[in-house]
């Protein structure tokens, strides 16, 4: 021990900070929260397909995902992400992969077409508007539209009337989508007291408060 301490105080300045500066990194990574829980989904509709891949249902005027999963996520104050998030939204088999995908704010979503047709995506959703135009697989470079505003956008195809798809904008880089059955897992949480939101669909989204400490698991559950 008094060995340790001699060399560290000999050592260059520079070298006890870097020591320091581990040690509070570890510290930090160490102290991360967790929630984990489940969501109660809504009975999946009768499929009008006969495989289960996911899809976009629209019942007096609600948009869902079928097989009905959600979207858990913790809505607070965090820092701004020092690089542009990217994400992508496939096209195959003529449809969107995934059906419903979660993003923060500030993410460029990529559209590669990966089916051997033309695919031509567009929104007309208040949080953004676009037309990507006709264009195939080998088309270079793969479209793509920046998401900088919170909010629900529903993607259409022009060409393929059956193909919707859902990107959800959030202001928060703390989220997940549940299996099927409802349950979900957020790992490495900043301590403090926040709001843990489910959206089930374009017009359900349940809350709870949460105050979560460090090193900690906190189990919620959504009725």
Known sequence: MHCHR??????????????GIWIACCTELQAQAVIQGRV????????????????????????????????????????????????????????FHPAILPVRAGT??????????????????????????????DDR?????????????????????????????LDTPYFVVTDTDGRFRLEGLPAGRYLLKAWVDSRTTREHGVELTADNVTTIDFP
Not at 6 to 19: Q, T
Not at 115 to 124: A, Q
């Open 108 to 137: 460029r979503v990529e559209f590669p077409n990966l089916d051997n047709t033309y695919h031509n995506i567009f929104s007309y959703s208040a949080p953004k508007r676009f037309d990507l135009g006709r264009y195939r697989p």
């Open 40 to 95: 109660t989904l809504p009975k999946a509709r009768p499929s009008v397909v006969v495989n289960q891949r996911y899809e976009i249902v629209v019942q007096g005027g609600v948009l869902a995902v079928h097989p009905p999963v959600a979207v858990v996520y913790l809505e607070g104050k965090f820092p701004a992400s020092p690089s542009q998030p990217l994400a992508r939204m496939e096209q195959k088999g003529l449809l």
């Open 6 to 19: 001699h060399i560290l105080d000999r050592s260059p300045r520079w070298i006890v900070l870097l020591v």
């Open 141 to 169: 470079p793969i479209p793509s539209q920046v998401f900088d505003v919170p909010g629900l956008v529903t993607l259409r195809c022009d060409i393929h009337e059956h193909m919707r798809a859902l990107i959800l904008v």
